[in-house]
């Protein structure tokens, strides 16, 4: 197959340049070089005349899968925040092919289109907002919405400093309805295992004795 034209988009900011090329069998791609294999990441590849072989035109061609998958993943992103799970699935039951989108979510999250940290504390502040919840429960909100352990947790501690979680912790106690903190035996070991802190747990106990 022969390369006919080459046209080079201008890039946005730092962002790599669209190529759009066509074939001798008419075909017409827009892709972006690193979608391709490293060593075929060179505009030379496809400069007019010049005939690609089997390997660069199936990378051409998976190229142009990817970008298409790029535009409908930017689409998603633009409307709201994303988390890599969340958004593959969103473009699998639109009908993406899976290696495209493998490809096209490990780049965007390069870049930092994609962040499930970002996502993360965003989704936390957002919740804190509007309900008192204990971080335990927090946490698990952040797991099913596909954010991984170590994730979850980092921006929790980022969320939660000790002044949040105290101030949070009263309210929890005051949505609870706990009795008095001092009769109840079991609270502190229950407020443990919600997921508050012993130091904030130590010190809400001390300004209920003064």
């Known amino acids: 197959m022969t390369v006919v034209s080459l046209k080079v ?64 993943a930017l689409r998603l992103v633009a409307r709201a925040e994303q988390t890599c799970r969340g958004i593959t699935h969103k473009l699998e039951i639109r009908g993406f092919i899976p290696s495209c989108i493998q490809a096209v979510v490990s780049y965007l999250t390069d870049l930092e289109i994609i962040s499930d940290e970002r996502y993360a504390v965003l989704w936390l502040h957002a919740r804190l907002a509007r309900s008192v919840e204990a971080p335990r429960k927090l946490l698990a909100g952040l797991r099913r919405r596909g954010i991984s352990s170590r994730v979850a947790e980092g921006a929790l501690k980022r969320v939660l400093d000790f002044q949040t979680e105290s101030a949070l912790l009263r309210g929890y106690l005051k949505k609870k309805h706990a009795p008095d903190l001092q009769t109840d035996r079991f609270l502190k070991k229950q407020l443990k295992y919600e997921g508050f802190s012993p130091s904030v747990i130590e010190e809400v106990w001390e300004e209920e004795e003064i």
């Open 9 to 72: 988009g201008t890039a946005v900011e730092s962002t790599p340049s669209v190529l759009r090329i066509g074939l001798s069998d008419g075909s017409l791609f827009s892709f972006k070089l690193p979608y391709l294999p490293a060593e075929f990441q060179d505009e030379s590849v496809f400069s007019p005349g010049r005939d690609l072989s089997p390997a660069e035109e199936e990378s051409c061609r998976f190229a142009a899968a990817c970008y298409r998958t790029e535009r409908a």
